[in-house]
């Protein structure tokens, strides 16, 4: 399973943005994908993740009502849609993917991303 995340920039607070993570191989559909974001000096953490059928979801405290994350399992992509970003959100964002159930944890995934950059100015 290859990940190919795109759609980072440089915003300022209050903007949105959507960032999409494009899976690719036989088994990607049916795979649990998670965002995590990783801020220079700070290690990386969980903000959502999404079961292969797009019932389940689940985000970080910081994020809930601002983000929301989904799938097209036909384009076998996941999206993140952020909006009113905060310059906390600062980070280089990652998306993975996992045989097994949406984990919380990073050790939940076996597939990574290359990250896109999202940048946040007050």
């Known amino acids: 399973v290859q990940l190919q995340a795109s759609g980072g920039g440089l915003v300022q607070a209050g903007d949105s943005l959507r960032l999409s993570c494009a899976a690719s191989?036989?088994?990607?559909?049916?795979?649990?994908m998670g965002w995590f974001r990783q801020a220079p000096g700070k290690e990386r953490e969980f903000v959502s993740s999404?079961?292969?059928?797009?019932?389940?979801?689940s985000y970080t405290d910081s994020v809930k009502g601002r983000f929301t994350i989904s799938r097209d399992i036909a384009k076998n992509t996941v999206y993140l849609q952020m909006n009113s970003l905060k310059p906390e959100d600062t980070a280089l964002y990652y998306c993975a993917a996992g045989p097994a159930g949406p984990s919380r944890r990073s050790t939940g995934y076996e597939y990574w991303g290359q990250g896109t950059q999202v940048t946040v100015s007050s």
């Open positions: 999404i079961s292969w059928g797009g019932r389940i979801t």
């Open positions: 191989g036989r088994t990607a559909s049916t795979y649990a």
